[in-house]
């Protein structure tokens, strides 16, 4: 049974685990999620992550949610030999550091500065901005200490996927990040160098900006953690 990927088109998370698969070559079919309609909401939607969260993993009747996880999984099952998630203790290490400081902190605080106010009732604040360079410090200092081409290697690893998706939210609202050089240089060097990856990223960025553009009403949602916003 082929690999099922439940997904959102413009979800950062889908787009790491999408590119994951393809980066390994490992067949699979994208099931696309109506964020906007809810699909992802309903007790159905609940039996393959009670979460109610996009992406999920369907392995002949497995189901794993949770991108990193899932991304993890990937590699383990299919290519466990792949420079992608490589096995040495240490290299893994600093992979696996790359990708919980993606969820924690790089992705959560340019999620709560750069997205959240385009869907729900959140406002960008300068004590949000504050946590934001925050992150871009400390991701810019990885990158400077280990002198990388890549955020944990000098090849291309799982950890970059999550940490591309995050900053490409600064460049779909137009947020200038040129200060941080090192960053900057990575990101431009995955476009690249890696322009079958970077047109995954760039699809989902081109949908996001849309919802910039004209933020969508998703106050029927009832969501229960999100204060939703109408649409002006």
């Not at 991108?67 to 290519?79: E, R, T, W």
């Not at 997205?115 to 729900?120: A, D, E, G, N």
């Not at 476009?191 to 960025?205: F, V």
């Amino acid at each position: 049974m082929v690999l099922k990927l439940y997904y959102l088109e413009d979800g950062p998370p889908s787009l790491s685990c999408r590119q994951t698969l393809e980066a390994l070559g490992v067949p699979f079919e994208i099931v696309n999620v109506s964020f906007y309609h809810g699909e992802h909401m309903t007790e159905e939607f609940a039996k393959k992550n009670p979460q109610k969260e996009l992406p999920v993993l369907e392995d002949d009747g497995f189901f794993l949610s949770e991108s990193v996880a899932m991304m993890q999984y990937i590699c383990d099952k299919f290519k466990p030999n792949s420079p992608l998630y490589p096995t040495d203790s240490k290299a893994r290490a600093i992979i696996n550091h790359r990708l919980m400081f993606a969820m924690t902190t790089y992705y959560a605080e340019l999620l709560n500065y750069f997205i959240m106010p385009v869907y729900f009732k959140y406002e960008r604040t300068p004590e949000v901005l504050k946590r934001v360079h925050r992150a871009l410090d400390l991701f810019e200092t990885y990158l400077e200490r280990e002198n990388t081409s890549y955020a944990a290697a000098n090849h291309l690893t799982i950890a970059d996927f999550p940490l591309i998706n995050a900053t490409m939210a600064m460049e779909v609202t137009d947020f200038d990040f040129s200060k941080y050089k090192r960053i900057t240089k990575w990101y431009n060097d995955f476009k690249k160098n890696q322009p079958k990856l970077w047109s995954i990223t760039a699809e989902g960025m081109r949908l996001m900006r849309k919802c910039v553009e004209n933020p969508p009403d998703l106050s029927h949602l009832n969501h229960p953690i999100h204060p939703a916003r109408k649409a002006e």
